[in-house]
């Protein structure tokens, strides 16, 4: 049976009517989705622009393309269970801004990388700053459990935020500053995080005294109950990076639009998804079986996924199923954190969140690497999408096997 925080479960899923966030939380909700953000901007930022600019280097290679967009997922993947179960007993506030500084140093390092291998290095010190698990853990210890699915709505918000700004503003941005230029804004990013963290981010509460060792408090974040969250967030991560080593290149070779011109599609197609993705959560609030959404919310993803590796050749084929990908994606990213956090005690919530998150960011390296591998065979675009597309299977089945 799953441990629950208390209050948790189904019934908390929406709030009461009239509910609203106090005026502290609003204020940590606010602070906390801006550094969530820029940590996201570490991964989303580049995704535009790093595929062709890396395969630009000297010695550059398919699957060293793929690594360079990967390798910040693989530390960060190493690294987030460990910074959540130490945030657990240490405290959320120095585990987050020690990952911050690290990740302003590989982004500084990103700066002056000169090779393909030095753009592997940054990426990983930039990785090396795990500090999701610990922001949504303090996050979770910074509002009642009746709102947190809001609160947690509106960090998906952020992510979907930082994701929509990364895909207009690299293109832009990599014209007039270049990708090293790039680097730089995320590593002063990483720095004002820090300041927003101490003058408004509300103190945390005390520890809670007993507070099992990060073995034990590991153990009980593995739970069966939430395993489906782990290998969800696996499986939308990875077809994230595999869809965004493909969908730039393809731009660019199948239809000759310049990178600076990308963001016009990309701005496009996401705003096309938002009417498509605001009645998936409306109505994961409001029934009673959320879990008939969410599988809803994976089939879409699945199709869409496999449409391009049939129709990328059409430009406007290819739009489309992207508003398909971006309004299945940007619900499940919102969607899994908050269930995740509701289900997790408070006790082990920064493990659990810690392996949530080396799981989602397992899934960017796992599929960068896939992708890189797949586009160097003969089956080049067909093979990104269409794996990618096969990838959501499994997540498919297992959460078709539960209720909740």
């Known amino acids: 049976m799953d441990r629950l925080a208390p209050g948790a479960g189904p019934e908390a899923d929406a709030p009461p009517l009239g509910l609203r966030l106090e005026p502290a939380e609003r204020r940590a909700v606010g602070a906390l989705a801006s550094i969530y953000a820029v940590r996201m901007l570490g991964l989303f930022l580049l995704l535009p622009v790093l595929a062709l600019y890396a395969r630009a280097l000297p010695g550059a290679t398919p699957v060293l393309v793929g690594l360079a967009m990967g390798a910040y997922g693989l530390t960060q993947a190493v690294l987030q269970i460990p910074f959540g179960a130490v945030s657990d007993r240490l405290g959320r506030r120095p585990v987050i801004v020690a990952g911050l500084l690290m990740y302003a140093a590989g982004s500084v390092a990103g700066a002056f990388a000169t090779g393909i291998l030095g753009v592997i290095a940054a990426r990983m010190v930039q990785g090396a700053g795990a500090v999701s698990g610990p922001v949504t853990a303090l996050l979770a210890d910074l509002t009642r459990t009746q709102v947190r699915t809001r609160a947690m709505m509106l960090i998906g918000i952020s992510i979907g935020a930082s994701f929509v700004v990364s895909l207009v503003a690299a293109p832009m941005l990599e014209p007039a500053i270049g990708v090293p230029g790039i680097f730089g804004v995320m590593g002063a990013l990483a720095l004002l995080s820090i300041g927003l963290l101490y003058t408004v981010v509300p103190r945390p509460p005390p520890l809670v005294r007993e507070r099992p060792s990060p073995a034990a408090g590991f153990r009980a974040a593995l739970s069966a109950g939430l395993v489906p969250y782990y290998v969800g967030v696996f499986v939308l991560n990875f077809v994230l990076t595999a869809a965004f080593y493909a969908v730039p290149i393809t731009l660019q070779d199948v239809f000759g639009i310049g990178v600076q011109d990308h963001w016009r599609t990309y701005l496009g197609v996401f ?134």
């Open 271 to 404: 705003a096309a998804s938002v009417p498509l993705t605001v009645p998936l959560v409306l109505y994961t609030e409001r029934v009673r079986a959320p879990a008939q959404v969410l599988r809803l919310g994976i089939a879409l993803l699945m199709v869409s996924l496999g449409s391009l590796a049939f129709v990328y050749g059409n430009y406007w084929a290819l739009c489309a199923a992207m508003v398909a990908f971006f309004a299945a994606f940007n619900y499940l990213e919102a969607r899994l954190p908050a269930r995740l956090s509701q289900l997790a005690a408070a006790e082990v919530r920064g493990a659990a969140l810690g392996i949530f998150a080396t799981s989602q960011f397992l899934g960017a390296f796992a599929g960068s690497m896939a992708a890189g591998a797949l586009y160097g065979s003969p089956m080049g675009l067909v093979g990104v999408f269409g794996g990618a597309s096969l990838a959501t299977l499994p997540w498919l089945l297992l959460v078709g096997r539960r209720p909740d």
